[in-house]
């Protein structure tokens, strides 16, 4: 968990440094021109970014395993500064506190619930895999039909990557994978995601009192 949160605390510095690029336009471009080209390009970077690195720790490849993670930092700090980019410059820091704070609470309830239960978790996988399908699918309705739907995804994909983080602490409980490493990057991943739902979040919070 400690190499998870450290990867966390090295993506959120990258959220706040690409405000200051190009990068932070991302976002704009890819869901401007329709949410579920957004969704579909971060999540291609997300699973390539994973196989990458697992790849890396598996055959004991260290550039392979570092190239991957690269890819998911790069993936997350951009998507995130590309959220940030619409706050007022002096509610940044704060958002990302709050956000922060809030992920932190949810990943020590998840925790503590898996923690707290002899059960098995791995149903958690499946109903978080089915979660991200649906949220995609939602949001490709969303983005062309039926706009209300574009909330239903969101909600999907949110849900998807707090099972995702429950079926991941499961693993580690449980010693389901031998490397801590692998363990690290699904947590990881999980908690990222996470985390870039709650900033959401806590962006129209702050934005809704400034009005």
Same mark, same amino acid.
């Given at each position: ?9 090295? *993506? =959120? ?8 690029? +190009?990068?932070?336009?991302? *976002? ?6 329709? +949410? ?14 994973? %196989?990458?690195?697992? &790849?890396?720790?598996?055959?004991? $490849? ?22 940030? @980019?619409?706050?007022? +410059? ?26 707290? @239960? ?26 062309? =039909? ?17 099972? @995702? ?7 580690? &409980?449980? %010693? &389901? *994978? ?24 806590? @962006? ?6 400034? $009005?």
């Amino acid at each position: 968990m400690g190499g998870a949160s450290a990867l966390m605390a090295i *993506n =959120v510095l990258l959220m706040y440094v690409f405000l200051a690029t +190009p990068l932070a336009g991302v *976002n704009d471009v890819l869901f401007g021109a329709a +949410p579920i080209l957004g969704v579909l390009v971060y999540g291609v970077a997300l699973y390539v970014g994973q %196989r990458i690195a697992e &790849r890396g720790v598996k055959s004991g $490849d260290v550039g392979t395993a570092f190239g991957g993670m690269v890819v998911l930092q790069l993936a997350f700090g951009i998507f995130g500064a590309g959220v940030l @980019r619409f706050a007022p +410059p002096e509610s940044q820091l704060a958002i990302l506190g709050l956000t922060a704070i809030v992920t932190a609470l949810m990943t020590a309830v998840v925790t503590g619930y898996v923690y707290a @239960r002899s059960a098995t978790f791995e149903h958690w996988g499946t109903f978080s895999t089915f979660a991200f399908i649906g949220g995609v699918v939602a949001i490709a309705i969303g983005s062309f =039909v039926v706009q209300i739907l574009l909330l239903v995804g969101f909600v999907l994909l949110f849900l998807g990557f707090v099972l @995702r983080l429950g079926y991941e602490i499961w693993q580690v &409980r449980d %010693r &389901r *994978n031998v490397s801590t490493a692998l363990q690290t990057i699904g947590v990881y991943i999980a908690v990222a995601g996470v985390f870039v739902h709650v900033l959401q979040l806590v @962006r129209q919070y702050f934005l809704s009192q400034a $009005d």
